[in-house]
């Protein structure tokens, strides 16, 4: 089968793509190795910066389904930053008057939600569909795909992997490496009867041994809690199965968790998922007929985790390199080389101060004093440098 483009990976990345492939009339061929509704290891949180990724692709429909969703939790409180002795920071979070400033929503809901945007007049969908090789082939890469028992050759002009962390299109067609200090490995796990969110908000605890990682609390729809954490995956020996011992170590040192989570009841099995760190001089982003968007493009941010807008742009931005690039008839990496600039354009900034601040996280003090109710944290109220703070953890 021959095909304009092959999108891999049926997240929000993806399917911010195939909605601007279908907009500039492409045919393509949208593929996940998942059957929708899945699950994903994710926070479940966002703000107004993820409404306006998804206005920025000419839908205003699609965020108002968001908004609309009974699946959606609006956090009209917030964010709550905790340090590592227990003292709270709110940061301010623009909202407009009729929005919350945060909202949660599990990603399996999310993600089936904006899914069923795509355009089956234009987009080929398959799910349950596995790449299993992806390779040059003459003027076109040849993808061997699988559903079930079953193979097919599909050839494309160019492929965007929007298939996450663990990218098979990357390691297939970019030969990537991987720095240890540019990976972080997440645990997240469902519960009920968490206390103290009687106002809906999340909260980010950074505190040892976590540093610069943190433990996190979502409250979502339908009384359920997403409770995780984070941790630099060279701190833990880049071993998953001591997330699990380091999450009941973080609860049981502080008293303010312990409280919080005296009642909890686990409703899930803890699940474990890497994430790359958004600014990584390793990681590229193109090369000859392959765009990356979305995580597998590591575009979390270093400080907070965030990156389901990020990767809504992405899937974009890749979809409008791809039409340009099927338009002049040029798939080699300088040709697509725009993507490129785009991303560094839009994020790099973000990410070069957020591993910045990650750099002096790695001890409690930094947070201890941004959180702090000292002479010094109420000067710094003021200062650019918290300005700066709070625009990086906007969400």
């Given at each position: 089968?021959?095909?304009?483009?092959?999108?891999?990976?049926?997240?929000?990345?993806?399917?911010?793509?195939?909605?601007?492939?279908?907009?500039?009339?492409?045919?393509?061929?949208?593929?996940?190795?998942?059957?929708?509704?899945?699950?994903?290891?994710?926070?479940?949180?966002?703000?107004?910066?993820?409404?306006?990724?998804?206005?920025?692709?000419?839908?205003?429909?699609?965020?108002?389904?968001?908004?609309?969703?009974?699946?959606?939790?609006?956090?009209?409180?917030?964010?709550?930053?905790?340090?590592?002795?227990?003292?709270?920071?709110?940061?301010?979070?623009?909202?407009?008057?009729?929005?919350?400033?945060?909202?949660?929503?599990?990603?399996?809901?999310?993600?089936?939600?904006?899914?069923?945007?795509?355009?089956r007049s234009t987009a080929d969908l398959r799910l349950g569909c596995e790449l299993v090789t992806l390779e040059p082939a003459g003027d076109r890469l040849a993808a061997v795909v699988k559903i079930g028992e079953q193979t097919e050759t599909l050839h494309t002009k160019l492929v965007?992997?929007?298939?996450?962390?663990?990218?098979?299109?990357?390691?297939?067609?970019?030969?990537?490496?991987?720095?240890?200090?540019?990976?972080?490995?997440?645990?997240?796990?469902?519960?009920?009867?968490?206390?103290?969110?009687?106002?809906?908000?999340?909260?980010?605890?950074?505190?040892?041994?976590?540093?610069?990682?943190?433990?996190?609390?979502?409250?979502?729809?339908?009384?359920?809690?997403?409770?995780?954490?984070?941790?630099?995956?060279?701190?833990?020996?880049?071993?998953?199965?001591?997330?699990?011992?380091?999450?009941?170590?973080?609860?049981?040192?502080?008293?303010?968790?312990?409280?919080?989570?005296?009642?909890?009841?686990?409703?899930?099995?803890?699940?474990?998922?890497?994430?790359?760190?958004?600014?990584?001089?390793?990681?590229?982003?193109?090369?000859?007929?392959?765009?990356?968007?979305?995580?597998?493009?590591?575009?979390?941010?270093?400080?907070?985790?965030?990156?389901?807008?990020?990767?809504?742009?992405?899937?974009?931005?890749?979809?409008?390199?791809a039409a340009t690039a099927i338009r002049v008839g040029q798939f080699d990496r300088a040709a697509l080389s725009a993507y490129d600039r785009d991303l560094q354009r839009l994020f790099d900034q973000e990410f070069v101060l957020s591993r910045r601040i990650n750099r002096w996280n790695?001890?409690?003090?930094?947070?201890?004093?941004?959180?702090?109710?000292?002479?010094?944290?109420?000067?710094?109220?003021?200062?650019?440098?918290?300005?700066?703070?709070?625009?990086?953890?906007?969400?």
């Amino acid at each position: 089968m021959e095909t304009n483009v092959l999108v891999v990976g049926a997240g929000p990345a993806g399917v911010a793509s195939s909605i601007t492939l279908s907009q500039r009339g492409i045919d393509h061929v949208l593929i996940d190795r998942a059957v929708f509704p899945r699950d994903k290891v994710d926070g479940n949180a966002f703000g107004q910066d993820l409404l306006a990724a998804l206005n920025r692709l000419n839908r205003p429909d699609l965020a108002a389904a968001l908004l609309a969703s009974p699946d959606l939790l609006p956090c009209p409180a917030g964010a709550w930053i905790f340090s590592d002795r227990g003292d709270r920071y709110q940061p301010p979070l623009p909202h407009p008057a009729d929005q919350a400033p945060i909202y949660t929503m599990d990603r399996q809901a999310m993600d089936a939600l904006l899914l069923g945007f795509v355009d089956r007049s234009t987009a080929d969908l398959r799910l349950g569909c596995e790449l299993v090789t992806l390779e040059p082939a003459g003027d076109r890469l040849a993808a061997v795909v699988k559903i079930g028992e079953q193979t097919e050759t599909l050839h494309t002009k160019l492929v965007i992997g929007a298939d996450g962390a663990r990218s098979r299109v990357a390691s297939l067609l970019l030969n990537q490496t991987e720095d240890p200090t540019d990976r972080a490995l997440t645990l997240h796990r469902y519960y009920r009867n968490v206390a103290g969110f009687e106002q809906p908000h999340i909260e980010a605890h950074y505190i040892q041994p976590l540093l610069p990682g943190f433990l996190f609390i979502a409250p979502l729809a339908h009384g359920r809690f997403k409770v995780g954490l984070g941790t630099r995956a060279d701190q833990i020996g880049n071993d998953p199965a001591r997330l699990s011992g380091l999450l009941s170590e973080v609860i049981a040192a502080k008293p303010w968790l312990r409280e919080c989570l005296a009642t909890a009841e686990p409703i899930s099995e803890p699940e474990t998922w890497p994430m790359t760190f958004g600014g990584s001089a390793q990681i590229r982003r193109s090369g000859d007929r392959v765009l990356l968007a979305g995580d597998a493009a590591g575009l979390c941010n270093p400080l907070t985790g965030f990156g389901t807008a990020k990767a809504i742009d992405s899937g974009r931005l890749a979809a409008a390199v791809a039409a340009t690039a099927i338009r002049v008839g040029q798939f080699d990496r300088a040709a697509l080389s725009a993507y490129d600039r785009d991303l560094q354009r839009l994020f790099d900034q973000e990410f070069v101060l957020s591993r910045r601040i990650n750099r002096w996280n790695q001890s409690p003090w930094l947070m201890n004093f941004l959180t702090g109710r000292s002479l010094p944290r109420r000067l710094l109220q003021s200062a650019k440098t918290l300005r700066r703070w709070d625009a990086l953890v906007q969400v």
